[in-house]
């Protein structure tokens, strides 16, 4: 059954991989970032016709709101929500600014809170699926990345808790915590160095979670769940 899908973070990186996938499924999707012109073109280049791009910041709360009314005027109900919009601002705690801390949160964790409270307006009604994107991070810690960890580790807690919340309803929420993916995100990081603590001795490609994505959206006994995209890193070597 081909369903509405929105995925936050559709632009680029592994939403794009996701919204791809969901588009070859036969879904409707519905792709939103901050940047319009690179959400467009995300939404113009997906197999099949009829996807859209939005622009949304979902740090703020307003625009969340604005853009889940303007979905459900021009597009219908949501039946799938992919929350891949993120950021991070990686250093030591202590050299951190605070408008830094401040802006993860509010973007990796708040963002996704609320674009999940807005979706299941429609969801409680007809059922639905979200899967969220955390990080293996957010699992085992990293020093350079307290508020980054933070944000995902929230998710985590965050994503068990609307599941047991919502299951009653129809409505599935599960996580995928990625490990080390090549995307813009981690561009500049040294890859054989990062390399040599993967078990699996490779970076994962944006299409690797999109897969784990889908699986989650479409396994109709599956909520609740957290799972480990990382070629093994979370194990160690
Ligand atoms: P990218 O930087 O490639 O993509 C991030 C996406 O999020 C873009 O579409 C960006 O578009 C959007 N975005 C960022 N901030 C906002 C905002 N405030 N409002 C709306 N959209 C926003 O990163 P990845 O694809 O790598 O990351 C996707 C998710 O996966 C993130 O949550 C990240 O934390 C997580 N992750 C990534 C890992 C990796 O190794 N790459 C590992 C573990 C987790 P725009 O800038 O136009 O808004």
């Known amino acids: 059954m ?15 991989a996701v919204a791809r996938r969901l588009a070859i499924r036969g879904h409707k999707v519905v792709v939103v970032s901050r940047n319009m012109e690179a959400a467009q073109d995300s939404a113009a280049s997906l197999y099949g016709e009829g996807h859209v791009a939005l622009s949304c910041d979902v740090s703020k709360e307003q625009e969340v709101k604005s853009a889940f009314e303007t979905i459900q005027k021009s597009c219908g109900s949501v039946g ?3 929350n891949a ?13 605070p408008d830094d801390i401040a802006m993860t949160l509010q973007t990796n964790l708040l963002g ?11 969801m409680l009604s007809q059922g639905g ?28 807690g965050f994503t068990r808790s609307l599941a047991k919340e919502v299951a009653g309803r129809n409505v599935r ?12 995100m981690t561009a500049g990081l040294d890859e054989m160095e990062w390399t040599r603590r993967i078990p699996m001795g490779r ?8 897969r784990a994505a889908m ?8 909520t609740g769940q957290v799972l480990l995209v990382d070629g093994g890193l979370r194990l160690g070597m």
Not at 2 to 16: D, E, K, N
Not at 115 to 120: F, N, V
Request: proline share 4%; aromatic share 6%.
């Open 2 to 16: 081909s369903r509405l899908a929105v995925v936050f973070g559709g632009s680029q990186g592994i939403g794009r």
């Open 80 to 82: 799938y929500l992919v």
């Open 85 to 97: 919009a993120g950021l991070n601002r990686d250093a030591l705690l202590l050299r951190t600014p």
């Open 112 to 122: 996704s809170i609320l674009t999940c409270r807005a979706a299941l307006r429609s």
């Open 129 to 156: 699926a979200i899967v969220n994107i955390g990080s293996v991070v957010g699992v085992k810690g990293n020093a350079g990345q307290c508020a980054y960890s933070a944000s995902k580790a929230g998710l985590e």
């Open 173 to 184: 929420v599960n996580l995928v915590a990625p490990g080390l993916i090549r995307t813009r």
């Open 203 to 210: 970076f994962g490609e944006p299409e690797e979670v999109a």
């Open 215 to 222: 699986f989650l959206l479409e396994s109709p006994y599956v």
